[in-house]
């Protein structure tokens, strides 16, 4: 048998030794810990997705509105809400609208907190540049958007609470004409 022979026989066999070492140590290398790492979104994630389980495990409020106003964008999120009703906003309501918009969102946030309230670990999915895809213990995948340094709207079970916001307060202008009142009576609430 020729060299090249017996190289031949044998090498098959390194090289799918090789593959699968080089295989395994890329999985390894995608492990969410190292994701994590590699994602420059990670702590403003982190930070925030601790502070909801935080706000989830107290159960209160206070502490959901608290979650919000240190780690996301309420004004963007908020003002993006209003659609097309944004110009019916008068500039000396804002800070009304903006305060009823945050209560809301915390209530919002407070009744839908299962997930958080049930986990202790936030762990780091995927990262595609300002979106960042986590899940809690292994389940209940959420994916974050971010800028400059906040979350501005996050997606849970398909739904992106921006979006969700932007049709309930809609529904709720639609109803009533576009009549800003309506709206902030009903944030009031």
């Known amino acids: 048998m020729s ?3 017996s190289s031949f026989r ?14 395994s140590a890329a999985i390894g290398m995608y492990t969410p810990q190292s994701l994590a790492a590699s994602c420059p979104a990670a702590p403003t994630v982190m930070r925030a997705g601790s502070a909801f389980m935080a706000a989830a495990h107290s159960g209160t409020l206070a502490s959901f509105s608290s979650a919000l106003a240190q780690h996301t964008d309420v004004r963007g999120a908020a003002l993006f809400a209003l659609g097309q009703y944004r110009s019916e906003l008068p500039p000396a309501r804002q800070r009304e609208y903006l305060t009823g918009a945050q209560s809301y969102i915390a209530r919002f946030l407070m009744q839908h907190a299962g997930p958080f309230r049930e986990s ?3 762990v780091i999915e995927s990262c595609r540049g300002n979106l960042v895809e986590t899940s809690l213990d292994g389940r209940s995948r959420m994916l974050w958007r971010l800028s400059g340094g906040r979350v501005k709207d996050v997606q849970v079970s398909g739904v ?3 979006i969700e916001l932007r049709s309930k307060f809609g529904g709720i202008l639609r109803q009533h004409r576009g009549n800003i009142d309506a709206l902030l009576d009903y944030l009031a609430r």
Request: glycine residues 4%; charged residues 10%; proline residues 4%.
């Open 160 to 162: 992106w609470l921006a």
């Open 10 to 23: 044998i090498f098959p066999a390194v090289s799918i030794w090789v593959a699968a070492l080089a295989l």
């Open 3 to 5: 060299k090249s022979g």
């Open 120 to 122: 202790r670990n936030l």
